[in-house]
């Protein structure tokens, strides 16, 4: 009785092992997928940008560069970075703001627009969209 179920343990700790490798070939082919998005936004000039990369800090440097370049004032903020995803910023009339990202244009949108109008937004439009794939 204790041969088959060390025989069977034994049998499933070599079946383990041998899948190891697959596994994390998949996750490191998986990582390397990866696309990261970042939208900054310079709330006293309006001014807005985009950054992709393959790691999250790059995409966030790339875009706060952009609107650091772009605005010069000096205000330019990183309110939203996403991986796998669409990004969205919308304003409002009144000069306030608001992220959203989801997995199509129109969660990305409906975010952004919702998150504006939570902060008090009028007349919330987006602004930009942004696909990180």
Same mark, same amino acid.
């Given at each position: 009785? $204790? ?14 092992? %041998?899948? &190891?490798?697959?596994? #994390? !070939?998949?996750? !490191? ?12 936004? %310079?709330?006293?000039?309006?001014? *807005? =940008?985009?950054?992709?990369?393959? #790691? ?7 875009? $706060?560069?952009?609107?650091?370049? +772009? ?8 309110? &939203? ?11 409002? %009339?009144?000069? =306030? ?13 409906? *975010?952004?627009? +919702?998150? /504006?109008?939570?902060?008090?937004? +009028?007349? /919330? ?9």
């Amino acid at each position: 009785m $204790l041969k088959v179920g060390f025989k069977k343990s034994l049998l499933t700790a070599i079946a383990v092992i %041998s899948i &190891l490798p697959a596994i #994390t !070939q998949t996750a !490191q082919a998986g990582a390397a997928n990866n696309v990261f998005g970042a939208i900054s936004y %310079s709330p006293s000039t309006k001014v *807005y =940008s985009t950054g992709i990369a393959k #790691t999250k800090q790059a995409a966030i440097n790339a875009s $706060l560069n952009k609107c650091r370049r +772009e605005s010069a004032a000096g205000d330019c903020t990183t309110p &939203l970075w996403f991986k796998n995803a669409w990004g969205a910023l919308a304003v409002g %009339s009144d000069g =306030s703001y608001g992220t959203g990202w989801g997995t199509n244009q129109s969660l990305a949108k409906k *975010y952004a627009v +919702e998150t /504006c109008q939570k902060y008090g937004g +009028e007349d /919330c439009q987006v602004v930009l969209i942004k696909q990180a794939r």
